[in-house]
């Protein structure tokens, strides 16, 4: 055997014998996550409880449910409900404010239920890992518990063994309103590190035959890297997922006027996660970055989770004192937000002074068309002068009626001889229609306006007139002609308003114009009232405007 091939056996023996006696005598510490790409998913939504996968005929109310099971009482002054002691999952929470109905013997709305309901709503809150080894608190974990209510004054704190070195902790406090804070504490008494990632997740089953078209957005919402991301229910494809990765932000479902929102570490970046699967329960989650817990050591994680109304004075005050990135957009503001918002703290300062929400409506109907005055009035001029001209446009037409293009020049050219501007009438409904479209937002979006009443029948302005013309009832007629009286009112307004405006030349142009107000009418009909009663003062005070300037330039 040749010198060099002695060697090398020599060598390859001495490396052999080296590592496996480091190993034996020096063991490297063992850790349960690897640094290979291998990351701990969040809980499937099949994974989480066959409860919510197939829901039984016969279901029991939440309380029910409640009474049967372990559950620690959560109460203040906005809200009550419970956590379940197994699996430490936040799943029935009731809004002590606000009823389902305007009936006095309506329940309060419930907005997170058990899993065994017919529509469960919950959320949880725990850790993962990649290994199977480790023990970690599952749904069906169940906690020791220290103290007896959560409350504002009164936290708790739940606690779990995995027989294995790791204890897990949860201390849970609530503010005055519907913001709770989660802290999480792992104490690692074993001889390894380990590792482990916090997680949070919201499930819902959806009733998909009650989605319908709305101008509110109704599904997953959330601030994702500083911008807002909406995906309604029935946009998500069964099989589809939707990741996002995001540094701070909160996400989770919204309603027209509920919502619920897990709120994420500003300084951890996390993947957010939506799906759902065949029986339209809808899943969102956040994984957080890995966490090292060294031996003989504990480490901690704090996340937040609200579950209440959408009162934007309230999501204000969150954003600025508890650092949460534009949660006021959990309200559906609509394009013009820059309208929207304001419109809302204008009519909230309107009822304050007021004490009725109607009445603030009316007055700031007022006060906008007093800012829009000279704008009105220069428009209500032209349309004055147009008027004054008609029967000279009358003329022009009978001469020039077989001959449409010499018609427009000669009528064009009376307006310039006479300084008149015909666009000039547009401008005021341009300049309404933004106007228009930001106060319908604030009554569909404001639940400060849900069940607000104003005079006689209309007890709730976010809902359409309930007082129709009964002729209807009794004629198998669509619901858009359920009519209801201050509809009607709106439409005879505006066809008063018409009259007063000087007639088209154009007989199409005419016909259009005289059956606006019947279209109006059917479409108002099913609005907000609160809406419908604005533009209906909004058109009295333009048709006393009108007149009065009629009278001024002496037209009749």
């Known amino acids: 055997m040749k010198e060099e ?3 090398l056996y020599l060598a390859i023996t001495a490396a052999v014998l080296i590592i496996f006696g480091v190993n034996h005598f020096f063991p490297a510490q063992k850790t349960y996550n690897s640094t290979s790409e291998e990351v701990a998913e969040t809980p499937k939504v099949s994974d989480l409880n066959t409860d919510i996968d197939v829901i039984q005929d016969n279901v029991l109310p939440a309380q029910e449910i409640i009474a049967l099971e372990d559950n620690i009482i959560v109460e203040n002054s906005d809200i009550k409900g419970s956590i379940r002691v197994k699996g430490a999952r936040f799943d029935y929470i009731s809004l002590s404010k606000y009823k389902q109905t305007l009936e006095e013997s309506s329940e309060n709305i419930e907005l997170l239920q058990p899993a065994k309901t017919s529509t469960p709503y919950f959320a949880e809150f725990g850790w993962l890992s990649t290994s199977a080894d480790i023990k970690v608190p599952t749904s069906e974990t169940v906690w020791k518990v220290i103290g007896d209510k959560l409350t504002p004054e009164t936290p708790i704190t739940l606690t779990w063994d995995n027989k294995q070195g790791l204890k897990f902790i ?4 609530l503010d005055e309103n519907y913001l709770f804070n989660i802290t999480q504490t792992v104490e690692n008494n074993t001889k390894n590190p380990v590792v482990l990632y916090p997680y949070g997740l919201i499930s819902r089953k959806v009733d998909m035959k009650k989605q319908k078209r709305s101008v509110v957005h109704e599904g997953f919402s959330g601030v994702i890297n ?5 995906i309604k229910f029935n946009e998500l494809d069964e099989k ?8 701070g932000g909160w996400f989770g479902f919204s309603d027209r006027y509920w919502f619920t929102a897990i709120v994420l570490d500003n300084s951890a970046a996390s993947n957010v996660k939506i799906s759902h699967n065949s029986n339209d329960v809808f899943q969102t989650d956040y994984r957080g970055p890995a966490i090292t817990i060294a031996t003989g050591s504990a480490s901690t994680n704090s996340i937040r989770f609200y579950t209440g ?10 954003a600025d004192n508890n650092k949460i990135e534009k949660f006021d957009l959990a309200v559906d503001f609509g394009w013009y937000y820059f309208l929207t918002k304001p419109f809302f703290y204008i ?3 309107l009822y304050n002074i007021i ?5 603030a409506i009316l007055l700031f109907a007022a006060f906008l068309r007093l800012a829009m005055l000279p704008i009105a009035n220069a428009s209500y001029e032209s349309m004055t002068k147009m008027k004054k001209m008609q029967p000279k446009v009358m003329l022009l037409q009978e001469m020039y009626k077989n001959d449409k293009m010499r018609l427009q020049q000669e009528t064009m050219e009376l307006y310039r001889k006479e300084k008149i501007n015909p666009a000039a009438g547009c401008l005021p409904l341009f300049i309404q229609i933004p106007v228009f479209f930001s106060l319908y937002k604030v009554l569909n979006i404001a639940i400060e306006i849900r069940h607000a009443p104003f005079i006689g029948w ?3 302005l976010s809902a359409p007139d309930p007082l129709t013309i009964s002729v209807w009832s009794h004629i198998p007629l669509p619901s858009l002609l359920d009519i209801g009286i201050w509809p009607i009112l709106m439409g005879f307004t505006m066809w008063f308003q018409q009259k007063l405006n000087p007639t088209p030349t154009n007989k199409d142009q005419a016909r259009m114009f005289a059956i606006m107000p019947l279209i109006f009418t059917l479409m108002l009909g099913q609005f907000a009232s609160g809406l419908v009663i604005y533009w209906t003062l909004s058109n009295v005070l333009s048709i006393m405007q009108q007149k009065f300037i009629m009278k001024k330039h002496g037209v009749k």
């Open 170 to 173: 949860k201390t849970i406090s």
């Open 458 to 460: 209309i007890k709730d």
């Open 226 to 230: 500083g911008s807002l991301e909406e």
């Open 309 to 318: 109304a959408k009162e934007i004075k309230l999501l204000d005050k969150y």
């Open 347 to 349: 009519l909230t300062f």
């Open 355 to 359: 004490g009725n929400m109607g009445w």
């Open 5 to 7: 091939t002695k060697s």
């Open 240 to 247: 589809e997922t939707e990741n996002f990765e995001t540094k």
